[in-house]
C-alpha cells in the first residue's frame, strides 16, 4: 500500500487538527525565557524546564489584560493550545492565561509597580512635602457613599473653620483609577485646597486595586500641594501609600492628621497669648511699684504749682511784644503832634534857628527810641529763652509728670489726700496714663526747684 502524499500546508493543517483533538487546552509548567514584545504588541517567549523547552505567543488582546509585566526568570503557569506554526514548521504553545507559581498575580504586579516607582525616585523622603502649619481648605478624594467619607468628615467636624471640598470618584472596579487621578490632579491645581486626602475603607487586593495603578501613583507625585493618602486598613499597604507625602493608616488616621495640625497650632498660639499677657501684667505691676515710690517726693508735690506760675509768666511774656508796639506808638504819635506845632511857630520868634534845635532834637529823640526798642526787643528774646528754659513742657519732657483725680483737673500735692481705691491720671509729656490707688508710702523728698538740688543736679 502506498503513503498518502501531502501538501506542507495541508500536513501541517492534519497536524493542528490531531494536536487540537489530542490535547485540547493544556497547563504548562515552567520558567520564561527570551520575552519579547512585537511592534504589534504581541509577545513571544519560551518556556522551560530541565528538560525540555516550548516556543510561546500571547497575542496582544489577551496579554494587554495581565496586571503584571513577563519577565525572564518568572515561574509560571500557562494555558493554551498546541499548535505547529505553517510558516516556519515549528511547534508553539499559543498562550491564553498566564499565571505567576508560587505568588498571586495581583501580588506580582504590586511588586513590580513598587519596584519601577521606587527606582524612579517616587517613593524617595527628600521629594515628599510637609503639611501645611494651618490647613484651612481641605480637597476629599473618595466615594461619596462609602464608610470613609463619614469617619473622615466626623474628625473634621471638630474643628468648625475647615473648609472641605469633596471630589466623589469610584474606589474599585474597572475605571476607578481614572476618576481618582483626574481628581487629584484638578484638586492640586485648582488653587482650591491647601491639602489632598486620598482614602478608602478597607478591602481585598482585588477591592484596594485602583490605588496601586500608575496612573493614581504619578497623579499623587505631581501633585502642586501635599497629599495624605489614607487607603484600608493598618496592615494594607498601595502604592499610593508609597508615593502620597503623608501615609495614614486608616481614612480616620487622615482626618487626625490635618486636625492634630491644627490644634497644635491653636496651642502654641495659646500659649504665645498667654506670655504677652504676662509679660505686660509683670511690666505693669513693675510701673505701679515706681508710681507708688515716687508719689510722696517732695519735688514732685511742688511741681504742679510751679507748673503754674510758669504758665502765668509765659501768657505775661506772650503779651510782651504787643505792649511794646503799642509804646512805640505812643512815642511816635507824640513825637509827630510835638514836631508839627514848633513848625507853626511864628517867625518872629526865630523860626529857623528853631527849626534846626528841633530837628536836631528829633533825630536824637529818633536814636534813643531805635535804642529802647532795640533793648526791648533783647530783654523779649530773653525773656521767652527763659520762658522755654522754664516751660512746664520741658518739664514734663524731663520724665516728670502731673497727678490728677479723675474727672477733677486740680493737681494732687499731697499723698494723704489719696485714699486706696481711687482712681488717678497722670499726664506726660505725651499721653496719659489712667491708674488705681494701691496704698501710700509714708516718705519725702526735697524740692526739685531748690537751689541746693540744682547744684546737686548740675
Known amino acids: 500500500m502506498s503513503a498518502r502524499t501531502y501538501g506542507v500546508?495541508?500536513?501541517?493543517?492534519?497536524?493542528n487538527a490531531t494536536l487540537a483533538g489530542g490535547f485540547g487546552e493544556v497547563w504548562v509548567r515552567g520558567e520564561l525565557s527570551g520575552v519579547k514584545v512585537a511592534a504589534s504588541g504581541h509577545r513571544y517567549f519560551q518556556v522551560k524546564d530541565g528538560e525540555g523547552q516550548l516556543s510561546c505567543a500571547m497575542w496582544a488582546a489577551r496579554a494587554d489584560r495581565l496586571r503584571f509585566k513577563l519577565a525572564d526568570g518568572q515561574a509560571v503557569l500557562l494555558r493554551g493550545t498546541i499548535e505547529?506554526?505553517?510558516?516556519?514548521?515549528?511547534?508553539?504553545?499559543i498562550v491564553a492565561e498566564v499565571q505567576p507559581e508560587g505568588i498571586g498575580e495581583l501580588q506580582l504586579a504590586f511588586e513590580q509597580?513598587?519596584?519601577?516607582?521606587?527606582?524612579?525616585g517616587l517613593f524617595a523622603a527628600e521629594r515628599k512635602r510637609p503639611l501645611p502649619a494651618l490647613?484651612?481648605?481641605?480637597?476629599?478624594?473618595?466615594?461619596?457613599?462609602?464608610?470613609?467619607?463619614?469617619d473622615v468628615l466626623k474628625v473634621l467636624s471638630r474643628w468648625e473653620r475647615l473648609s472641605v471640598l469633596l471630589y466623589a470618584v469610584r474606589v474599585?472596579?474597572?475605571?476607578?483609577?481614572?476618576?481618582?487621578?483626574?481628581?487629584?490632579?484638578?484638586?492640586?491645581?485648582?488653587?482650591?485646597?491647601?491639602?489632598?486626602?486620598?482614602?478608602?475603607?478597607?478591602?481585598?487586593?482585588?477591592?484596594?486595586?485602583?490605588?496601586?495603578?500608575?496612573?493614581?501613583?504619578?497623579?499623587?507625585?505631581?501633585s502642586p500641594v501635599p497629599v495624605i493618602s489614607g487607603v484600608g486598613h493598618e496592615v494594607d499597604f498601595t502604592i499610593a501609600d508609597f508615593v502620597a507625602d503623608v501615609r495614614a493608616a486608616t481614612p480616620t488616621q487622615a482626618g487626625e492628621l490635618v486636625v492634630a495640625a491644627l490644634e497644635r497650632q491653636q496651642r502654641r498660639t495659646e500659649t504665645a497669648r498667654d506670655g504677652v499677657a504676662s509679660a505686660f501684667t509683670r511690666k505693669l505691676e513693675h510701673a505701679q511699684l515706681r508710681l507708688r515710690g515716687l508719689e510722696g517726693a517732695r519735688g514732685l508735690a511742688r511741681l504742679p504749682l510751679r507748673l503754674k506760675e510758669l504758665d502765668q509768666l509765659l501768657q505775661r511774656l506772650e503779651a510782651l511784644p504787643q505792649l511794646l508796639r503799642s509804646l512805640v506808638a505812643r512815642r511816635h504819635r507824640r513825637t509827630e503832634a510835638a514836631?508839627?506845632?514848633?513848625?507853626?511857630?511864628?517867625?518872629?520868634?526865630g523860626a529857623p534857628r528853631r527849626r534846626e534845635l528841633i530837628t536836631a532834637r528829633l533825630a536824637v529823640a529818633g536814636e534813643r527810641l531805635r535804642s529802647l526798642v532795640a533793648r526791648r526787643r533783647l530783654e523779649l528774646a530773653g525773656g521767652e529763652r527763659a520762658l522755654g528754659a522754664l516751660s512746664?513742657?520741658?518739664?514734663?519732657?524731663?520724665?516728670?509728670?502731673?497727678?490728677?483725680?479723675?474727672?477733677?483737673?486740680?493737681?494732687?500735692?499731697?499723698?494723704?489726700?489719696?485714699?486706696?481705691?481711687?482712681?488717678?491720671?497722670?499726664?506726660?509729656?505725651?499721653?496719659?496714663?489712667?491708674?488705681?490707688?494701691?496704698?501710700?508710702?509714708?516718705?519725702?523728698?526735697?524740692?526739685?526747684?531748690d537751689e541746693e538740688e540744682k547744684t546737686v543736679d548740675s
Request: glycine fraction near 14%; aromatic fraction near 6%.
Open 339 to 349: 514836631t508839627a506845632h514848633l513848625y507853626r511857630w511864628p517867625v518872629r520868634f
Open 84 to 93: 505547529v506554526y505553517p510558516q516556519r514548521g515549528s511547534l508553539q504553545l
Open 135 to 150: 490647613p484651612q481648605r481641605l480637597g476629599l478624594v473618595t466615594s461619596a457613599s462609602g464608610a470613609a467619607v463619614r
Open 9 to 15: 500546508g495541508e500536513l501541517i493543517g492534519e497536524i
Open 392 to 449: 512746664p513742657r520741658r518739664v514734663l519732657e524731663r520724665g516728670y509728670s502731673v497727678t490728677t483725680r479723675e474727672g477733677d483737673p486740680k493737681p494732687l500735692t499731697d499723698a494723704a489726700g489719696v485714699n486706696a481705691g481711687e482712681r488717678v491720671v497722670t499726664t506726660f509729656a505725651t499721653g496719659h496714663l489712667r491708674s488705681l490707688v494701691l496704698g501710700r508710702i509714708n516718705g519725702s523728698q526735697g524740692s526739685l526747684f
Open 113 to 120: 509597580m513598587k519596584a519601577k516607582l521606587e527606582t524612579e
Open 172 to 222: 474599585q472596579g474597572k475605571g476607578s483609577e481614572g476618576e481618582i487621578a483626574r481628581a487629584v490632579r484638578y484638586l492640586g491645581r485648582s488653587g482650591l485646597v491647601d491639602v489632598v486626602l486620598v482614602v478608602r475603607g478597607g478591602g481585598s487586593l482585588e477591592d484596594l486595586w485602583a490605588f496601586n495603578e500608575e496612573i493614581v501613583a504619578r497623579a499623587i507625585a505631581a
